[in-house]
């Protein structure tokens, strides 16, 4: 009798230590498989393998803040195989080689005003990828009266040259490249990145506003002979405020970036979202889309005044009037 209870005792023991062990082993595998379908769910949500055997060549990715960056990650991640390109300080002192390692792509350094630089770009951009290529994004923005803080008023013409160089004339220069290399392939998708300053005037955007709005010209123009000649489409796309290398030397960026937020419905776009507009522009679901300023901005360029902006600006009606009590226009 004793030995029978003293069975039954250390049997049930053992049942109940086996078994909450047993329902950990079943919870871990279970939270193992949900994790690895989660991953899978995951990865099937974000990729819709928009880009699939495309070629493409992403110039202007110098951090992870840069909107070139996102579209780098985001076309491999939507199955195109790719180079990189920015100047070779750049390539240098920047972290675009770490980008490119992770994406296992070729980094082309090129000062973008040199065509010499851009036709290596394509040449060797060809080689690479095995033919011509399919998109190209231009990300490249610079203004040294920005950097040097001379007013509109004051420009320095030198340096306004090189504004238009680097920002526009850059553009032009890429694709005329290009389209005598015969580097872009029928039916292939150009892009550029704009600022509503085009179109209407922002304080502290300074000459970057001209070299917008000749780079949106350039679209237009250069996007007329490339879709008669080759259904090669040309478009900008003008994004909200985001806080990037460049967006960050725009004289009060913080505060634009604020009044553009509660200006806009949908709220500024940020750099992830406008990579994933550039992904659809390069893909086969915009065949038709040529010649085009695309705003991506939440809605920003077509509203007059917002309740949200409104009420901020209520708040603050003195702010800008010197000792005199004269307003200051900035
Ligand atoms: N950040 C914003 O608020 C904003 C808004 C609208 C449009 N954009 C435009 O988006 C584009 C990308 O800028 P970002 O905001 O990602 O900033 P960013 O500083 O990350 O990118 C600018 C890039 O231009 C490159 N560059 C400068 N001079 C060059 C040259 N001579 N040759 C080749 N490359 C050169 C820089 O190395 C850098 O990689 C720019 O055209 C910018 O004007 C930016």
Not at 67 to 81: H, P
Not at 161 to 178: N, R
Not at 257 to 277: I, K, T, V, W
Request: aromatic letters at 10%; charged letters at 20%.
């Amino acid at each position: 009798m004793f030995s029978v209870s003293c069975v039954l005792f250390v049997g049930l023991g053992v049942f109940f230590v086996i078994q909450p062990l047993s329902f950990l082993v079943f919870q871990e595998t279970y939270v193992e498989t949900s994790y690895l379908c989660g991953v899978n769910f995951i990865k099937i949500g974000m990729s819709y393998n928009l880009l699939k055997g495309k070629k493409g060549i992403i110039f202007g990715a110098l951090n992870e803040q840069s909107i070139a960056w996102k579209v780098a990650e985001k076309a491999v991640e939507e199955g195109a195989t790719i180079t990189l390109s920015n100047t070779p300080v750049a390539v240098r002192m920047g972290e675009v080689s770490a980008l490119a390692e992770k994406l296992h792509c070729e980094v082309i350094p090129a000062d973008a005003t040199s065509v010499e630089d851009l036709e290596n770009v394509f040449k060797r951009s060809m080689e690479v990828l095995g033919g011509p290529v399919d998109f190209v994004l231009h990300s490249i923005g610079m203004s040294p009266n920005v950097r040097k803080k001379r007013t509109y008023d004051d420009l320095d013409y030198d340096m306004l040259s090189k504004t238009l160089d680097i920002s526009a004339v850059s553009f032009h220069k890429m694709i005329q490249a290009a389209k005598k290399l015969g580097a872009i392939a029928d039916y292939g998708s150009i892009l550029a990145l704009s600022y509503v300053a085009a179109q209407r005037t922002f304080y502290g955007y300074n000459d970057m506003a001209d070299a917008k709005a000749l780079l949106e010209s350039i679209a237009r123009s250069f996007g007329y002979i490339y879709g008669r000649e080759h259904h090669v489409r040309v478009n900008t796309i003008s994004q909200s405020p985001t806080m990037t290398t460049a967006g960050s030397g725009v004289k009060g960026m913080d505060k634009l970036f604020d009044f553009a937020n509660r200006m806009s419905p949908l709220g500024n776009a940020s750099a992830d979202e406008c990579a994933d507009y550039c992904i659809v522009m390069f893909s086969d679901l915009t065949r038709k889309v040529t010649m085009q300023n695309l705003y991506h901005d939440g809605g920003f360029s077509s509203v007059g005044m917002s309740l949200r902006a409104m009420a901020t600006y209520e708040k603050g009606l003195d702010e800008y009037k010197d000792a005199n009590g004269n307003i200051i226009y900035g």
